[in-house]
């Protein structure tokens, strides 16, 4: 029996097997309205086709000037809501289960005439501007902001939402005392802010659905935090109600002697340090698509998903060939039926 293909529930969400499409910023919006478009309808009804249990929609910003680039997606506006839930009725007609991952890039918004950060202190030498430090009541603007993007999604028909607090974004801005140097009570509490965005985006959505957040374990650039700092974090947020992390690691910028690594399931240990520190169930993500790996991780015990990134992106029937390699018969619809 293949463990990578059994169902699991996790409050009201039941996905029929433990995959998970990661989400991947596409930079296809070509209007700069922040609306998905066919690009983005055939990039994610190929994987619900391809036997993906959670099919996630990459980092949609709450704000036009929050975006990495004015090719992001984005649910600023109730205008957007139709063109999200064309494709999530779509991919829901496949079988799969649909979330949005929110989020602010924060100092990383490259397009922004002037970027927003908990701190005036600029993401990289090249290719990026410095920062206006958010006042307090600038801080919870963003909250809110953050909160009525979440009911959009809930109106848009998702099963689950993803707080983005990873890879250098404004969540994790805040949470790393490298680019936090606030007085205020954002920067007393290194979690403040993403517990605020918890509790905001919580009050909208259904009490059976999940709420999972991608965070970074440790960073790798000199003086960054460790894991021990990413655990007590995310007990923060697990307790303001956080059901699931989504364990990456790294993105605060200029490199360090720590490095990432660059080998196949080089980021497990810090989701299962994290699922054992707090008793909460992870998501696995960072070079997982060999099929015996991605089962092993979910058969060890090491996380309870498993998050595939590129290896979607090269193949987006990736779960119906893992499905393949395990020796499970996948579940493809009928008009492929014959090829299997």
Known sequence: MSHLFTPYTLNGL???????????????????????NDWHYTHLTSRAIGDTGLVLFEMTDVEPDGRITDQDLGLWSDEQIPAFQRIIDACHGYGAKVGIQIAHAGRKAMDAKEPVAPSAIRYADEGYKTPRALSTDGVEAVVEMFREAARR????????????????????????????????????????????????????????????????????????YDIDHGIEICRKYRDAGVDMFHVSSGGEGHAGVRRPGNYPGYQVPFARAIKEALNVPVTAVGILEDAHLAESVVANGDADLVAIGRGMLRDPYWAIHAAQALGVKPEVPTQYARAF
Do not use: W
């Open 14 to 36: 039941t996905l029929k097997n433990r995959i998970v499409m990661a989400p991947m910023c596409q930079y296809s919006v070509t209007e700069k309205d922040g609306k998905p």
């Open 153 to 224: 999604a809930v109106a848009a028909g998702v099963d689950t939402i993803e707080l983005h607090g990873a890879h250098g974004y404004l969540i994790h801005q805040f949470q790393s005392p490298l680019t936090n140097r606030r007085s205020d009570r954002y920067g007393q509490d290194l979690a403040q802010f993403g517990v605020e965005v918890v509790h905001a985006v919580k009050q909208v959505m259904p009490p059976t659905m999940p709420l999972f957040m991608r965070v970074s374990a440790v960073e790798y650039v000199d003086g960054g």
